[in-house]
């Protein structure tokens, strides 16, 4: 069975310092997978995306996640916090066949 | 720009009564879902359908039916609206499997 688990609902770090959003996943097959952003009152906006052409992925805002398949993780980091960070991640897999699987959310804050 | 667009941004129905969301998208996208989103929950899948007239359920069909009439529209039913259908509606749509979602920007749906 599929599944993607979002080892922390809040994190709350400094403007500037580094952040760290966890996510594990579990599939059977090579599975596609993405980071989404909610901004308060918007709609879900992709952050980035791993297909298996490379393991650490480059995303907009300064965002990158690296796949490691030994640990069947999909953590997403950012070198500094900036204000406008703050909103809510979502780690989503999608294992083909049309079935997309949402974490439950990490909703990050971000201090001044 | 791409766009999916919802009908409404907010709705209250009383229980009971018969409620249509709408989702328009204009990207010419075989792809398209409907989510409700929940705290805690992340996003759970409701139906998508791939192609016009075709449709299939996700993981929480019960109590919501949905139509696919023309390529670019899909509606969520709910048949017979019930306090527990109180949540956040995302509809969404993509190009196929692996592909990024692009999201409308929600309907909050309030049964009282």
């Known amino acids: 069975a599929q599944s993607v688990t979002q080892l922390d609902s809040h994190v709350s770090v400094s403007e500037g310092t580094p952040v760290l959003l966890r996510c594990n996943y579990s599939s059977s097959y090579s599975p596609s997978l993405f980071w989404y952003v909610q901004h308060p009152n918007k709609g879900l906006q992709l952050l980035l995306k791993y297909t298996s052409a490379a393991t650490l992925v480059k995303g907009i805002n300064g965002f990158e996640a690296e796949f490691k398949k030994s640990e069947t993780s999909f953590h997403l980091t950012k070198p500094s916090a900036h204000m406008s960070d703050a909103a809510e991640y979502f780690c989503?897999?999608?294992?083909?066949?049309?079935?997309?699987?949402f974490g439950a959310g990490t909703r990050l804050f971000v201090k001044a | 720009d791409v766009k999916v667009t919802q009908s409404s941004r907010y709705l209250v129905k009383r229980t009971g009564e018969k409620v249509f969301l709408e989702c328009v998208q204009d990207m010419d996208h075989e792809n398209m879902f409907w989510y409700r989103q929940d705290p805690g929950l992340g996003l759970r899948l409701i139906y998508f359908?791939?192609?016009?007239?075709?449709?299939e359920k996700g993981d929480i069909p019960e109590g919501y039916s949905v139509s696919r009439e023309k390529k670019e529209r899909f509606s969520l039913i709910l048949e017979s609206a019930s306090t527990n259908q109180t949540s956040m509606y995302l509809c969404?749509?993509?190009?196929?499997?692996?592909?990024?979602?692009?999201f409308g920007p929600g309907t909050r749906l309030t049964v009282l």
């Open positions: 359908s791939y192609d016009v007239k075709m449709k």
């Open positions: 969404a749509s993509n190009k196929g499997s692996g592909n990024e979602q692009f």
């Open positions: 989503v897999i999608d294992t083909g066949g049309f079935k997309t699987i």
